[in-house]
């Protein structure tokens, strides 16, 4: 068995000059009768050992779709999954079941159902197609792979589903380190580019408000000098902590860019609610207990914001849009921090333009 394309090889690619050989030769090859031939036609116990050992969910169908024979992975994968069919396989038209899910607009169906007829009509040798199947509570995913059988009599095809689960979920977990930032969890600066210029784009279309505060902690030099790195990392993870608490819509991502940088994006949030957000958030930053090992007396370490609010449009870039939030930033910093400078570039029902 090929673990790649699912192709039976050694079984039936050749013909026959043994018994067992011509035992499964005569199982898969097809039969001019009315029902397709069952697996109790193959009765060399090796043949059974051999297909029913593998994990793999393996079936064989002929050129109509029709399966001939399925292994046991196949079917206790129907039986634990609440399929409908648990035992009497053969003379199941696969294709049509693929068929129907194409025609209900189903996209795995549609592609499989389109891949399977290719390598029929001998478009292509192989077609393979990676798909979700999660349950309630385990999330899974699978190959499956259609090959043809060579060297017989009449157009079969094995049909293979592999399961793949372990691979994807490392690759979420690549995925996930590539994108987050090691020290909070929160999202890094290469997400954040990557949510903020699709976020430009849609709130572009959608004519939505974007507001971006961008924070630096005040003192922070200090903090890393008098208590050490160590308690210094302590205080970035409760300050990403903070941020998460208010960043909790679909809409809103909180990131750090780097060092002692964050930055907080919001949709759709008003002017009034931009205000008392940025308020909470400088409060609640200042009032973190910085973890001392020592137990000294400490300064109170705060952060300064800069925030701009505004629909995008051709107007405005969003390199001019960040820019301007950093300038706020300047602004705050310059004015001894633990301070917001707004930028309200939106004309609100109920507030006028800002810039506080």
């Not at 109509?64 to 046991?72: D, L, M, Q, Y």
């Not at 399929?83 to 795995?108: M, P, Q, S, T």
């Not at 380190?177 to 600066?189: F, I, Q």
Request: charged share 30%; net charge neutral; glycine share 6%.
């Amino acid at each position: 068995m090929n673990e790649v394309t699912g192709k039976l090889t050694g079984l039936a690619v050749r013909k026959p000059h043994t018994p067992f050989y011509k035992k499964l030769w005569n199982f898969l090859r097809f039969r001019k009768t009315s029902r397709p031939p069952s697996i109790a036609s193959l009765y060399d116990p090796l043949a059974y050992a051999v297909l029913d050992s593998l994990q793999e969910q393996i079936a064989v169908i002929d050129s109509a779709g029709t399966i001939r024979f399925v292994n046991s992975g196949w079917k206790d994968f129907a039986r634990n999954n609440d399929c409908r069919i648990e035992h009497d396989w053969i003379g199941i038209n696969y294709l049509d079941v693929c068929k129907a899910a194409h025609d209900r607009g189903d996209d795995f169906g549609k592609r499989t159902y389109e891949g399977i007829l290719s390598v029929i009509s001998r478009k292509r040798p192989t077609f393979s197609i990676e798909y979700p199947c999660h349950s309630p509570t385990v999330k899974r995913w699978f190959i499956m792979t259609i090959a043809g059988l060579s060297d017989v009599e009449q157009p079969l095809y094995s049909v293979c589903h592999r399961d793949i689960t372990e691979r994807r979920l490392a690759e979420e977990r690549a995925q996930k380190l590539a994108r987050t930032d090691e020290l909070t969890g929160l999202s890094n600066r290469r997400q954040f580019n990557e949510y903020l210029e699709n976020e430009w784009r849609r709130s572009m279309r959608q004519q939505t408000v974007l507001t971006i505060m961008v924070l630096d902690l005040d003192h922070f030099k200090e903090l890393n000098d008098i208590f050490g790195h160590q308690v210094g990392d302590e205080h970035l993870k409760a300050v990403g902590e903070v941020l998460k608490t208010y960043a909790h819509r679909a809409g809103d991502i909180c990131a750090r860019l780097g060092g002692d940088e964050f930055v907080v994006i919001f949709e759709n949030l008003t002017l009034d609610d931009t205000q008392r957000i940025a308020g909470q958030i400088l409060c609640t930053i200042k009032s973190l207990e910085v973890k001392n090992p020592e137990g000294k007396h400490h300064p109170v370490f705060a952060c300064s914001m800069g925030i701009i609010r505004q629909t995008p449009n051709q107007g405005c870039s969003l390199s001019e849009f960040i820019e301007m939030a950093d300038q706020n930033l300047y602004r705050a910093k310059k004015d001894g921090g633990d301070t917001y400078k707004l930028e309200n570039l939106e004309e609100d029902q109920d507030n006028g333009s800002l810039r506080a």
